[in-house]
Each structure stands twice: as structure tokens, then as C-alpha cells.
């Protein structure tokens, strides 16, 4: 019995061993990036006048488009979110990024989604991904939220700043109905 449970535990030694020589040899093979880390450029979003999702999981029925993703070990993936200000790494920069991972999660030329990149003009933040599961779960009532805004039903909640409720992709389509209370 003891060395059964042995021989169990040097086999998860040895494929522990291995994915790491994996990543070492796949990591030989990437360039830098301008975020600090080495990785192989599997996406970038270059259209930003384009209105629509470059990655939509129908398992979660959620759509979204991230600045860029990189592969960056053996079955691995890193999102990368940029922005344009000079100051602030906001909690809605984080959610757009983990939603981002949320829709590549059934995509198959895509790793799975291991750390996430946000950077600004002046500081940047990394985190570790959320499992698919665990990001939907986080983020079931603001993709409910979306989804009504989507298909142009009445909503009660909004942000109450009237310029980031101005900027939202989805304005003209709420527009009707908070004409009123901007």
C-alpha cells in the first residue's frame, strides 16, 4: 500500500517536473513584450472603431474584445487590458479584463487564461485569472445588467455619472428610455 501511495506521489513529482520544463522551453521561444513579461502574441485588437466581439462563449452567452493576449507557458494565457489615462487602475478595468477571459473560455486557439495585465500610461497591475466558473459567478448580476441593456429593455440601474454613462457602447440604445434623467 505504502508504495503505491509512493509511486503515486513521484508521478505528480515527475509531471509537475515536466510542465515546467515545458513552460522553460516554450518560454525560450517567446519575445519580450512591452508589459514586462515573454510571451507569443495570439491576439490584438487593432480595430478599435469596430463595433462587436472578437471572442463570444456561448456557454456563458457573453461577448468581449481584449487589448491583446498572449501565450506565455505550455496551456497557458495572459489578457492584457491598456488604457489611455495617466492615473488609476479601476475596478472596471479589472471586471472588462476578467469578463475578457470569461469569453475566451471555450476558444480553442486560446490557453487557458492564467494571469491578467492591466496598464495604464504610468503604473500597471497584474492578477491571477479566475477560473471561467468563478468569473460568472462573480459577475452574474453585471452581465444580467448587460444582457437586458442588449436587447434594449428598461433599466432601472445605471451609473450615475453622466459622462460615463454618455461614453457607454450601448447609450444610443438606453438613450430612449434616460433622456430624461441625464
Excluded: H, W
Excluded at 13 to 42: E, H, M, N, Q, W
Excluded at 148 to 153: H, M, T
Amino acid at each position: 500500500m505504502y508504495q503505491f501511495i509512493l509511486i503515486l506521489i513521484l508521478l505528480a513529482i515527475a509531471i509537475v517536473l515536466f510542465t515546467k520544463f515545458l513552460d522553460f522551453i516554450a518560454a525560450l521561444r517567446y519575445s519580450d513584450t512591452p508589459f514586462g513579461f515573454r510571451g507569443k502574441k495570439l491576439f490584438l485588437d487593432d480595430s478599435k472603431s469596430k463595433r462587436g466581439f472578437a471572442f463570444i462563449d456561448k456557454k456563458y452567452d457573453i461577448g468581449a474584445t481584449p487589448d491583446a493576449v498572449y501565450e506565455t507557458g505550455f496551456r497557458e494565457g495572459t489578457v492584457v487590458e491598456i488604457k489611455a489615462r495617466y492615473k488609476g487602475i479601476y475596478d472596471s478595468d479589472i471586471a472588462q479584463a476578467e469578463i475578457a477571459v470569461l469569453a475566451m473560455a471555450s476558444d480553442p486557439n486560446i490557453p487557458p487564461i492564467k494571469y491578467i495585465v492591466i496598464s495604464n500610461k504610468t503604473e500597471q497591475k497584474t492578477l491571477n485569472a479566475l477560473s471561467p466558473k468563478k468569473t460568472a459567478r462573480k459577475y452574474r448580476k453585471s452581465i444580467s445588467l448587460a444582457k437586458r441593456i442588449l436587447n434594449g429593455k428598461f433599466v432601472k440601474e445605471r451609473n450615475p455619472d453622466k459622462k460615463k454613462c454618455q461614453n457607454c457602447r450601448y447609450f444610443d440604445e438606453c438613450k430612449p428610455y434616460i433622456k430624461d434623467s441625464l
